[in-house]
């Protein structure tokens, strides 16, 4: 563990100056092979499938973050390349447990992909830790564990399902993407995964795509980097150095967020003509105690169901100027979707369907009153 605190090891974990130059800056090492003294006799460094120094230097910071100990992190080139290794785990006959909320690509790949290698999957509601219990079943091999979910922001007890997984000899793996590190430790709650697309908070730019797992299992990081030098979804050297550059900046970043978040979900909540709003930092979530036990923040984002339908969705969507109409999240830009028919579109007609008018908000780190004016114009534009 180290002695200092998140925000000086977001800065200084992994990233000493470079030892030939002093550059106080991680340099991108961009090559795909390392001289050897002598045959066999590396560096550290072979091939940069295997392994490279700017991708060791953001493993190092996030392991710190995420509290890994003796463990560490696997960086990928997307948040779907992390899931997909998770899934190289698994073998035909084993079942995977779903949430019933989810990010759309990680169901489309368990439920579409990985079904097609004789690997079993069904969805429950996690929030509901009895209903885990009944739908776990012998051939249970993972737990997945979003928490707050995308789009819904439901909220699941980390702790609770731990237990419920171990006591069935299953891995716990939680979506770390909306919550970062900074404002929850799933290792610490007992998860033996942790996964995050650093495409959102942890790079926080939207100017890159990428991934990572954590855990805290000296045996199960070896096996993940097996798994990854023997199937190559690694992260090029550029885009692990833009990640980096991201996670500096995490802990102010994240204050913002969710002080912004916070801010325009009360505001949407006071309006007439908004039917309900999905933010867990509201007393009226049904997961707000949970929230406040495990995570130190609510985090950016926000959902809710405009008055009109799902026509005055699309149009108020289509209406902002501040908020792009844009998929992903995370960024420091605040971004608004209609998940029904963008991000969510694959859950279509499962039981992760969401609402057809639900509107959800990444909010970004700009002067909250702008955001809140330009959210104003649009809903009176679309009434
Ligand atoms: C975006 C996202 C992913 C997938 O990550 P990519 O980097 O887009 O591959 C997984 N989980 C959540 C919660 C996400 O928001």
């Known amino acids: 563990m180290s002695e200092y605190g998140f925000e000086t090891d977001a800065i200084h974990a992994g990233q000493e100056p470079d030892?030939?130059?002093?550059?106080v800056v991680v340099p991108?090492?961009?090559?795909?092979?390392?001289?050897?003294?002598?045959?066999?006799?590396?560096?550290?460094?072979?091939?940069?499938r295997t392994?490279?120094?700017t991708r060791t230097a953001l493993a190092t910071a996030l392991s710190a973050l995420e509290g890994a100990g003796d463990g560490g992190t696997i960086i990928?080139?997307?948040?779907?390349?992390?899931?997909?290794?998770?899934?190289?785990?698994?073998?035909?006959?084993?079942?995977?447990?779903?949430?019933?909320?989810?990010y759309g690509g990680t169901y489309r790949y368990f439920a579409r992909v990985l079904t097609g290698h004789g690997i079993e999957v069904s969805s429950t509601d996690l929030t509901d830790p009895d209903r885990v219990s009944a739908d776990i079943?012998?051939?249970?091999?993972?737990v997945w564990v979003e928490t707050p979910t995308n789009p819904l922001l439901r909220i699941a007890d980390i702790g609770a399902l731990a237990d419920i997984a171990h006591d069935a000899d299953a891995l716990l793996a939680v979506d770390n993407t909306f919550a970062t590190p900074y404002?929850?430790?799933?290792?610490?709650?007992?998860?033996?995964?942790?996964?995050?697309?650093?495409?959102?908070?942890?790079?926080?730019?939207?100017?890159v795509v990428g991934g990572a797992l954590v855990t805290g299992d000296p045996e199960l990081l070896e096996r993940l980097a097996f798994l990854e030098n023997a199937t190559g979804p690694t992260a090029s050297p550029f885009d692990a150095w833009l990640v980096l550059r991201g996670l500096k900046t995490l802990a102010v970043r994240m204050e913002r967020h969710c002080d912004n978040a916070e801010a325009v979900a009360r505001w949407l909540a006071d309006r007439d003509d908004v039917v309900e709003v999905f933010h867990p930092g509201l007393t009226?979530?049904?997961?707000?105690?949970?929230?406040?036990?495990?995570m130190s923040g609510f985090g950016g984002m926000v959902s809710f169901r405009p008055d009109g339908g799902p026509d005055r969705a699309a149009r108020l969507s289509a209406g902002t100027e501040l908020f792009f109409l844009a998929e992903s999240l995370g960024g420091v830009e605040s971004l608004i979707e209609v998940p029904a028919a963008m991000t969510h579109l694959s859950v279509e007609g499962t039981d992760l369907e969401v609402p057809a008018d639900l509107v959800r908000l990444s909010v970004g780190i700009e002067r909250v009153d702008d955001l809140l004016t330009d959210l104003d114009r649009a809903f009176a534009a679309s009434a």
């Open 19 to 23: 030892p030939t130059t002093g550059a």
């Open 28 to 48: 991108i090492y961009a090559t795909s092979t390392y001289a050897q003294p002598a045959p066999g006799e590396h560096r550290g460094y072979e091939y940069s």
């Open 51 to 53: 392994g490279n120094p």
């Open 76 to 102: 990928t080139s997307s948040g779907m390349a992390a899931t997909t290794l998770v899934g190289t785990m698994l073998e035909p006959g084993d079942h995977v447990l779903l949430p019933n909320d989810a």
């Open 137 to 142: 079943r012998p051939a249970t091999k993972v």
């Open 183 to 207: 404002l929850q430790r799933p290792l610490a709650l007992g998860a033996d995964i942790v996964l995050h697309s650093a495409t959102k908070y942890l790079g926080g730019h939207s100017d």
């Open 284 to 294: 009226s979530h049904p997961g707000h105690d949970t929230a406040t036990a495990q």
